[in-house]
């Protein structure tokens, strides 16, 4: 089955951009979607589809495709960006399954 | 604004059956892919299945053999049922609304929007 690779840690200074990448044969065929998790709490679905951002995430997150590489931006990093950041997809192997990324923790410095 | 409230058994012992169900409110039941994913502490996420409307199912294969989702459309309910736990299944269970669709120059989206709040499990003798 396919698999989602990202960094494991990734920081950024205040205000700076970042961005948190994650690899994977299956993102040839579906976009990814990215979630941010902080600590205790549920993730929340941060970026989904081409590049659209669900109803009160704020603008300077976006989300691009090439390849088999999807990326996370950041633009303007704030202190409440700080949290763990996951991808996923469905695998595009045919078998209906679903994958994740280990996930990447962002520090915003 | 849908909204997902699970509840279900905190504690286990190892061999017991872990069973979760989650309600959905506020929005249709049909349409969507009804998931279940956990986080063993101080790791990452792992699918563990997920079920739509018709009650059609997919199944992480590392779990397959232990796992039942199933669905119950006249209460807007979807359930989660993991046999014989061990310590390795001690995670949060969280529930989710999957959608999947097609987009342009056929790529394909699939994305989970809604959240229920998760469930912390743990198995212990």
């Known amino acids: 089955s396919s698999e989602l690779t990202q960094d494991p840690a990734v920081s950024v200074a205040l205000g700076q951009t970042v961005r948190i990448t994650c690899q994977g044969d299956?993102?040839?065929?579906?976009?990814a979607s990215w979630y941010q998790q902080k600590p205790g709490q549920a993730p929340v679905l941060v970026i989904y589809?081409?590049?659209n951002r669900p109803s009160g995430i704020p603008d300077r997150f976006s989300g691009s495709s090439s390849g088999n590489t999807a990326s996370l931006t950041i633009t303007g990093a704030q202190a409440e960006d700080e949290a763990d950041y996951y991808c996923?997809?469905?695998?595009?192997?045919?078998?209906?399954?679903?994958?994740f990324g280990g996930g990447t923790k962002l520090t915003v410095l | 604004q849908v909204q997902l409230q699970q509840w279900g058994a905190g504690l286990l012992k190892p061999s017991e059956t872990l069973s979760l169900t989650c309600a959905v409110y506020?929005?249709?039941?049909?349409?969507?892919?009804w998931s279940w994913i956990r986080q063993p502490p101080g790791k990452g996420l792992e699918w563990i299945g997920e079920?739509?409307?018709?009650?059609?199912?997919n199944y992480n294969p590392s779990l397959k053999s232990r796992v039942t989702i199933s669905v119950d459309t006249s209460k807007n309910q979807f359930s989660l049922k993991l046999s014989s736990v061990t310590a390795a299944d001690t995670a949060v269970y969280y529930c989710?609304?999957?959608?999947?669709?097609?987009?342009?120059?056929?790529?394909?989206?699939?994305?989970?929007?809604?959240w229920g709040k998760g469930t912390t499990v743990t198995v212990s003798s």
């Open positions: 989710a609304r999957a959608a999947e669709g097609s987009g342009s120059y056929f790529y394909y989206y699939y994305y989970m929007d809604v």
């Open positions: 506020g929005g249709s039941f049909s349409g969507y892919y």
């Open positions: 079920i739509n409307h018709s009650g059609s199912t």
């Open positions: 299956s993102l040839r065929s579906y976009y």
């Open positions: 589809g081409k590049n």
């Open positions: 996923n997809s469905r695998d595009s192997s045919g078998n209906h399954h679903v994958v």
